[in-house]
């Protein structure tokens, strides 16, 4: 928790400074509230496999404060149901087990994206997840566990298509979960029980709001 803290007192520190620019005049570096620059989107996710399912999706909604930074909250939801499939040396054979493990994660988070360039962002991202893990045992009782995770995401993203603010672009990123928290659904572990950082690729829509009049000309 005290990571995300941090991170966060960073993101403020980060949008004094890009604020503080003034190289180049644009409107909205005034600090004036414009509806215009309130955009939603998201990722969605969608894995069906012999024995496993994935479904998930992420919704945004945020405000783009000037056309170096953007910043929001997202919502995250995914569950997975999957089987174990396992060899047997006496047989040569494949078999399916009955045994079912579903997970469901849900939970809100906060981001905010850095744009040095325009195609080209740092992303900063905190989520507080929660985490329900459910065995079925074809012959036995369900064993349920739950438990929630504070994540810090950390990462670069390229957006395709993005001039500034207002635009409607697409966008792929690769993070990692620095918080160092074994619960996170982000992370591996190690044999030693410790969180292991692995990479995290994401890709998405971002769709401007009030945007009429813009497209109209």
Do not use: H
Request: charged letters at 20%; hydrophobic letters at 35%.
């Amino acid at each position: 928790m005290k990571k995300v803290l941090i991170v966060l007192v960073l993101m403020c520190g980060f949008y004094s400074a890009f604020a503080q620019d003034e190289n180049e005049p644009y409107e909205e570096t005034k600090g004036r509230f414009k509806k215009e620059n309130l955009f939603t989107g998201g990722g969605a996710t969608l894995s069906i496999g012999s024995y496993s399912t994935v479904l998930g999706a992420s919704p945004v909604f945020g405000y783009s404060i000037n056309k170096w930074i953007d910043a929001g909250i997202v919502f995250n939801f995914t569950y997975a149901s999957s089987r174990d499939v396992y060899y047997d040396p006496y047989t040569g054979r494949y078999y399916v087990s009955d045994d079912k493990a579903r997970q469901t994660v849900f939970g809100p988070g906060v981001f905010a994206r850095f744009y040095p360039l325009k195609f080209l962002f740092i992303n900063v991202q905190a989520e507080q997840n929660f985490i329900t893990n459910k065995t079925i045992y074809a012959n036995g009782p369900t064993v349920k566990d739950n438990y929630s995770a504070t994540s810090l995401l950390l990462g670069i993203g390229y957006a395709g298509g993005r001039q500034g603010v207002g635009d409607l672009y697409y966008y792929i990123s690769l993070m990692g979960d620095f918080s160092g928290n074994k619960n996170s659904p982000y992370v591996g572990i190690s044999e030693s029980g410790k969180a292991v950082i692995t990479p995290i690729f994401k890709a998405g829509l971002q769709v401007p709001l009030f945007q009429g009049r813009k497209y109209r000309r």
